[in-house]
């Protein structure tokens, strides 16, 4: 990591980063690397993970910001080499690649999840049962171990829990894409 800033920082506005798109989780995972590094580095939009990939594997770009479950086969195949986790541990499916905090980036932070979401208006009753079957079976050993084995880390909670950290998201993005002056196509 601290080659791949030094290298940035000698070459401003040189080397590209490779994404799914503008505006995805992996862009903006980008210009928060870019502002907490002090970094010029390019974002190449693509439409979608695949033919990003396919232009990182190919030598056209030299980086890419991708999430681990599509990005660890060509890891582990070694057609790609994983420079960084994003999350603030160590990913389980990956635990020989440190993350980029750990690397001297103190505080970056990214992370790719998932949720289920409900229309407003849904009653509780029915929120509150969802929950509880999805929850369960996320405890399920079998489930655990397949997600883990593609890259995911499972977790539940209430729904006022996850009403709570997708707030704490939004304003956390919102704060990125002003700074970064975040455009969609």
Do not use: C
Request: aromatic share 6%.
């Amino acid at each position: 990591m601290s080659e791949l800033i030094a290298l940035a920082k000698a070459r401003p506005g040189t080397l590209n980063f490779a994404t799914a798109g503008n505006g995805t989780g992996s862009h903006l995972s980008g210009e928060l690397f870019k502002i907490m590094a002090g970094v010029d580095i390019v974002h190449v939009p693509y439409k979608g993970s695949p033919p990003a990939t396919n232009d990182l594997l190919g030598g056209h770009v030299p980086l890419m910001i991708d999430g681990l479950p599509s990005a660890l086969p060509f890891v582990r195949a070694g057609k790609s080499r994983a420079i960084g986790i994003t999350t603030a541990k160590r990913s389980p499916a990956a635990p020989d690649i440190p993350t980029i905090a750990e690397q001297g980036l103190a505080g970056y932070e990214s992370n790719g999840w998932n949720g289920l979401l409900a229309p407003a208006g849904t009653p509780k009753a029915i929120v509150e049962r969802i929950n509880r079957e999805v929850s369960a079976m996320l405890e399920r050993p079998d489930a655990r171990e397949r997600l883990a084995k593609l890259g995911y880390v499972p977790s539940g909670g209430s729904p006022e829990e996850f009403r709570t950290f997708i707030a704490s998201e939004k304003t956390k993005w919102a704060r990125v894409i002003e700074r970064a002056g975040v455009r969609l196509d």
